[in-house]
């Protein structure tokens, strides 16, 4: 049972433009979102999340967007840059409750061109 | 850096045998996560502890367990190991509650053989 998806498992786009990163969940309890980035070798680096009580939130480049009612959600990196290349997981948290453990999904391979 | 550390960063060892893999949390950090991340599983959690105490499982093997030490640092010991088991094993940590943010180690790799 899938309670994460990221139905992309690669994105490549030209440095400069927009990556814009999905995601989906079908657990109703996860209240507080996540997303990652990870170099091989490495272990996943946090990089901004959004609280379900929110629709947005932004960070420099990066921007989360969250859409309760279709259970999605989606990260926007603009620009895109060489160094963003890498994969990206998102992660979902069910509060306390659950020890507020995380849920992955499959992740993204994003490639950013020069 | 996260601030996380995890040793030894590379474990191989033959099928049947025990392992153990250390793991220390950023400084102030009560809490502390372990990950597993297979090539058909994906990251998966397995347990967590607060302050020295289990707070919630994951599906984690009976053949797995994990503690947590009075300095916070955590153990997580696999036995009886199967081929199965060579994944990358990723410790997080938190501060407590009300802190959802996870920051995560460099892993350690076991390959069984």
């Known amino acids: 049972d899938q309670q994460v998806k990221q139905n992309s498992p690669s994105l490549s786009v030209q440095e400069g433009r927009i990556s814009i990163l ?31 009580i929110k629709d947005k ?41 659950s020890g507020s453990r995380l849920t992955f999904g499959e992740g993204t391979q994003l490639t950013v061109n020069p | 850096d996260s601030g996380v550390t995890q040793t030894p960063k590379h474990l191989i060892t033959a099928t049947g045998q025990r392992v153990t893999l250390r793991c220390s949390p950023r400084s102030g950090d009560l809490s502390v996560y372990w990950y597993q991340q297979s090539l058909d599983q994906g990251l998966q959690f397995l347990i967590q502890y607060y302050n020295g105490e289990e707070r919630a499982k994951g599906n984690i093997l009976e053949r797995f367990s994990a503690q947590q030490f009075p300095d916070l640092h955590s153990e997580l010991n696999l036995s009886s190991l199967e081929l199965g088991d060579s994944a990358l094993y990723f410790c997080a940590s938190r501060q407590g509650p009300g802190d959802n943010e996870q920051f995560f180690g460099p892993g350690t790799r076991l390959t069984v053989l």
Not at chain 1, 26 to 51: C, Q
Not at chain 1, 58 to 85: C, M, W, Y
């Open chain 1, 57 to 97: 939130n932004e960070d420099g480049r990066f921007t989360v967007f969250l859409n309760k009612s279709a259970k999605h959600l989606s990260l926007h990196i603009v620009p895109s840059q060489p160094g963003d290349s890498a994969v990206y997981f998102c992660a979902a948290s069910a509060g306390e409750t």
């Open chain 1, 22 to 52: 999905n995601c989906d969940y079908t657990n109703s309890m996860f209240d507080y979102f996540l997303w990652y980035k990870k170099y091989p070798a490495e272990g996943p680096t946090f990089l901004i999340s959004i609280s379900s």
